[in-house]
């Protein structure tokens, strides 16, 4: 999205959300496809993802433009086990593909105590803390990965392999919002990458190389032919690696590497594949799981760590839903003039 600027203003989620779900569909996206993207966008805008909020607006248009991804695609879903699923995409978005498999989730779930959903040949553009809070507030315990476009070179490389490969884990605690963390597993995502190319900041030494390999805190010459590193060195590598075999391999899905959208000029979806599994905590013969969740956060909290993951999250919600969220009004403008 282009870097507007000028006076604030404030908006509900609601119409946030029907705002941009009427840019999809101006662009090609089914209603109920658009009903889904929107509310993750707007969502994540709402609780200061700005990486995956407003900003991914004009990379999804232009993918979709591209014709790189169908805006349309109804999902198939495969039973192939009594806690197992798999998901095609029909190269169309992860989030409308995960939504319809939800329901047979949640049967499975019920029925065996566990279940895994593989979802393949899907782009997937968001945050995943959004795919997962709806689980762990029915009281379940869940974890996803995607995989996604190769810009991310292993130690001591000078090429991409992998992607940012996010992880999420969310889990129910008592008495309060759930546990969700998501991050990548490269020392930077590449919308934050991204957000600091167009702000003019460097980003810390370490979270990347320009194109000849060597060490660099420019995102420009990061992102112009260079590669982001993974955080922690080869232990980072190697969860990036755990995410390619579970996310990629074991779904169909496309490696990282693997995904090419030359024909496709304006492209910026990865199409990969994501895995999604989910326990009942109930199974394992402990009632009171949420409530031992929940003196463990204490303990952390005593033991010095002030802030836990989704807590800045959880407060920025908050004031969204009090206040409304915040816009420039140049923006607001360019996001209806896209709705026409």
Known sequence: MADHSGALMRISFQALEQLLAAIFVRHGVSEANATILAGNC?????????SH??????????????????????????????????????????????????PHLVDKVVASGVAVVAIRDSHHFSALWPDLEPLARSGLVALTM?????????????SAVFGTNPIAFATPVAGAHPLIYDFATSAMSNGDLRLAARAG?????????????ELTGDPKAILAGGALLPFGGHKG????????????????GQFSSEVDFSNHPGAETPKTGQIVI?????????????????????????????RLPSDRRYRTREASERDGISLQTDTYEYLVSLSH
């Open 201 to 213: 900041h460097d980003v810390p030494l370490g979270t990347g190389v320009n194109a000849s390999g």
């Open 146 to 158: 995607v995989s996604g476009l190769a810009c991310v070179a292993p130690p001591g490389g000078r």
């Open 53 to 102: 909020g407003l900003f991914r607006i004009p990379g999804y248009i232009s993918s979709l433009k591209s014709g790189w991804v169908d805006g349309k695609a109804v999902p198939d879903i495969e039973d192939v086990g009594a806690a197992f699923m798999r998901v095609d995409a029909r190269n169309g978005f992860a989030q409308p593909a995960l939504a319809a498999a939800m």
């Open 278 to 306: 989910v326990i009942d905590p109930a199974r394992g013969g402990n009632k009171l799981f949420a409530e031992r969740v929940a003196k463990l956060m204490g303990s952390v909290r005593d033991a010095g760590q002030p």
């Open 42 to 50: 707007a969502g994540c805008e709402r609780d200061g993802s700005l």
């Open 237 to 252: 590598a190697a969860l990036s690696l755990m995410v390619e075999v579970l996310a990629s391999a074991l779904t169909g």
